[in-house]
Antibody, heavy 118, light 110 residues
Framework: QVKLLQSGAALVKPGASVKMSCKASGYTFTDYWVSWVKQSHGKSLEWIGEIYPNSGATNFNEKFKGKATLTVDKSTSTAYMELSRLTSEDSAIYYCTRHHKGHVMDAWGQGASVTVSS | DIVLTQSPALAVSLGQRATISCRASQSVSISRYNLMHWYQQKPGQQPKLLIY???NLASGIPARFSGSGSGTDFTLTINPVQADDIATYYCQQSRESPPTFGGGTKLELK
């Protein structure tokens, strides 16, 4: 079955960067876009951006340009998101999802918690 | 960005009908396609796709879930509500980028 397995929780200092992973299985990795979604504590969902593993093409929410970098490793069917210059506003759970071009997110990773604290 | 507005909470009794609404700040329909989707999120879990393109049941989702609507007004109906349905429900539009989510409606027991 389709699975997206994310890396574990991270505690990082303000100003640092964090890189998280999302390993896909159960489907052809290069056939679907991978999006990343942020959920701040107790709040709603925000779309960060997406990457198409087949070509490496990316699209971002303007709000997250310069904050998030998306990459993939096709050899291991793994997508990565790096968040830079972290502040307390970046403390949240981050989900990876898969979808076709129409942004119907039919599979989600279990989420990765990021806490930014000194 | 398209703003999606949901009521924060809805209290229902088990076995009754729950109707959750989502209103978009502009139309999310193109031709015959209504680009609104619904997700369920239980505490401590990731969201799960329930309904796509307004009225299509996602794979493995029970038939007591249904969706309707077009343009700017959409509805998710659960009938009858079961204990396992207590969760927060989000609408999401894919008419324009960035895709946006509603604030979520928390379904509670009366």
């Amino acid at each position: 079955q389709v699975k997206l397995l994310q890396s574990g929780a991270a505690l990082v200092k303000p100003g640092a960067s964090v890189k998280m992973s999302c390993k896909a299985s159960g489907y052809t990795f290069t056939d679907y876009w991978v999006s990343w979604v942020k959920q701040s504590h107790g709040k709603s969902l925000e779309w960060i951006g997406e990457i198409y593993p087949n070509s490496g093409a990316t699209n971002f929410n303007e709000k997250f340009k310069g904050k998030a970098t998306l990459t993939v490793d096709k050899s291991t069917s793994t997508a990565y998101m790096e968040l830079s210059r972290l502040t307390s506003e970046d403390s949240a759970i981050y989900y990876c999802t898969r979808h076709h071009k129409g942004h119907v997110m039919d599979a989600w990773g279990q989420g990765a918690s990021v806490t930014v604290s000194s | 960005d398209i703003v999606l507005t949901q009521s924060p909470a809805l209290a229902v009794s088990l076995g009754q009908r729950a109707t959750i609404s989502c209103r978009a700040s502009q139309s999310v329909s193109i031709s015959r396609y209504n680009l609104m989707h619904w997700y369920q999120q239980k505490p401590g879990q990731q969201p799960k796709l329930l309904i796509y393109r307004a009225s299509n049941l996602a794979s493995g989702i029970p038939a007591r879930f249904s969706g309707s609507g077009s343009g700017t007004d959409f509805t998710l109906t659960i009938n009858p509500v079961q204990a396992d349905d207590i969760a927060t429900y989000y609408c999401q539009q894919s008419r324009e980028s960035p895709p946006t989510f509603g604030g979520g409606t928390k379904l509670e027991l009366k």
